[in-house]
């Protein structure tokens, strides 16, 4: 059974001149453990496609599927604690709170999903390690460079052992050394706990690393091979 499906959906938004379609009837399904990469232009959609499969955002038709229960149209509380089982999400801003240091960042996570906290304060500490900031877990954001933070927003989507990562243009706000280092962290840790992990990006040579290749276009899905 596939993690993540969409069937049919497309999004459009009212404009004066009449409905704009972005999303034109997007088909998309990411089985358990697999890689996949979505690159399109700038504009053609890909964070709203991908707010949309994470239960963000709503669709102006079709549906999505997690674990093979559809949750279109179902309320936020429901969404809320069905998205902190299944998904964990890393956003191309990071989204760290800036009051919290880097673990209590990454715990944010498992007290969302109702984790016990010994447990996945435990988990947390092996995951800022794993990502490299196991000497820094007590550093506030604002001590952190852009590469850091990346880290721990990835230590944060995984700690409560997630089946699928949606990644936004995780490297948009990082130089290209740091890009590539968090890139290769994210690809490795995703293959090494066997998550899926679905990639929107606009930087080719990072979209090539997935296994599956995917570009949008004209608010369709097409396949690369």
């Known amino acids: 059974m596939s993690v993540l499906k969409a069937v049919n959906v497309k999004k459009s938004f009212p404009t004066p001149a009449g409905p704009l379609e972005v999303l034109r009837g997007v088909n998309l399904e990411i089985m358990p453990g697999e890689c ?3 690159r399109g232009e700038s504009g053609s959609g890909k964070t709203t496609l991908l707010q949309i499969l994470g239960g963000l955002d709503s669709a102006t038709s079709g549906d999505i599927f997690w674990n093979g229960e559809r949750i279109t149209k179902r309320g936020n509380a429901f969404l809320a604690r069905a998205r902190a089982k299944l998904l964990g999400y890393v956003f191309q801003a990071y989204h760290l709170v800036p009051e919290l240091n880097a673990i209590e960042n990454v715990l944010l ?4 999903a109702g984790a016990p906290m010994k447990a996945a ?4 500490a092996e995951l800022l390690e794993r990502v490299g900031l196991g ?10 460079s852009g590469g850091e933070c990346q880290r721990v927003a990835i230590a944060r989507a995984l700690v409560n052992r997630p089946p699928l990562i949606l990644a936004d243009e995780p490297t ?3 130089d290209e050394r740091s890009g590539n280092a968090v890139m290769t962290l994210l690809l490795e840790i995703c293959r090494e706990q066997k998550t899926a992990l679905l990639l929107v ?3 080719k ?6 296994d599956r290749k995917i570009f949008l276009k004209n608010g369709i899905l097409e396949e690369i091979s």
Do not use: Q, V
Request: aromatic letters at 4%; charged letters at 25%; zero cysteines.
């Open 205 to 210: 040579e990072f979209a090539e690393l997935a």
């Open 201 to 203: 990006t606009h930087n």
């Open 172 to 174: 948009g706000n990082l």
């Open 121 to 124: 304060r435990k988990i947390s």
């Open 109 to 112: 996570a498992a007290k969302i």
């Open 135 to 144: 000497d820094r877990e007590m550093h506030l954001p604002t001590k952190l």
């Open 36 to 38: 996949a990469s979505i």
